[in-house]
């Protein structure tokens, strides 16, 4: 199957109960909400990660969310790309981003990574020319977490970014279609000006798996 019928959409976060609603798993959130918005309910095991069929506007998606935790994720992304034939050119990373405020997105090619240990383990394996959708969680006051930002990362949001955080998240779903049925510079467009998406014309369905 050529790589250009697929566009491939990985949520960075780490697995498991414990790290579930934590800001390093925006990314992972994020991407669970767009499948919700593509009526998608399950997801299936497929090696070191979940994966799930989608589509929007008639591009086939495959959503990813890598099990191996989050400075692993390099191998695990690499693995599906390789296996469907999938251009690094057709792939979304989505992740937290502590160089922006919470309640900011911003989507992006290529690009450093500023410390994230998830972007690095890609980085190993790929070239840099794969899109990102960049959630912004803010840093820690200087009063608090002291110790490092890992223990910042890895705290849930605060009850007074509970709101703000679900609408981000949701905004982040509807640009992410955007992206799949589109283009980034699409995607881009709308998320610089504020703008809410347009359906795609064509109803959104999970298709049958590729073969």
């Known amino acids: 199957m050529a790589d250009k019928e697929i566009k491939m959409v990985v949520g960075l976060g780490n697995p498991g109960s414990k790290y579930q609603n934590t800001r390093h798993n925006a990314g992972f959130m994020a991407v669970a909400l767009f499948a919700e918005k593509l009526g998608l309910t399950d997801s299936r095991s497929s090696g ?21 935790y989050m400075n692993n994720s ?29 309640g900011r997105l911003k989507f992006s090619q290529g690009g450093g990574t500023a410390g994230h240990k998830g972007l690095e383990s890609i980085l190993e394996v790929l070239p840099k020319n794969f899109d990102r959708l960049r959630l912004g969680i803010g840093r820690p006051e200087k009063t608090v977490f002291l110790e490092k930002a890992m223990d910042y990362v890895l705290a849930p949001f605060s009850s007074l970014e509970t709101a703000l955080v679900d609408q981000t998240l949701k905004r982040a779903a509807e640009l992410i279609e955007v992206w799949v049925a589109k283009n980034l510079a699409a995607a881009q467009r709308l998320g610089n000006r504020g703008e809410k998406p347009q359906k795609t014309k064509e109803a959104i369905k999970p298709p049958a798996e590729p073969s």
């Open 74 to 102: 390099g191998p695990a992304v690499r693995s599906v790309l390789d296996f469907y034939k999938i251009s690094p050119t057709n792939l979304l990373v989505v992740h937290d981003e502590m160089d922006l405020p919470v």
């Open 48 to 68: 070191p990660n979940l994966i799930a069929w989608g589509e929007a506007g008639g591009v086939k998606a495959l959503l990813v969310w890598p099990q191996t």
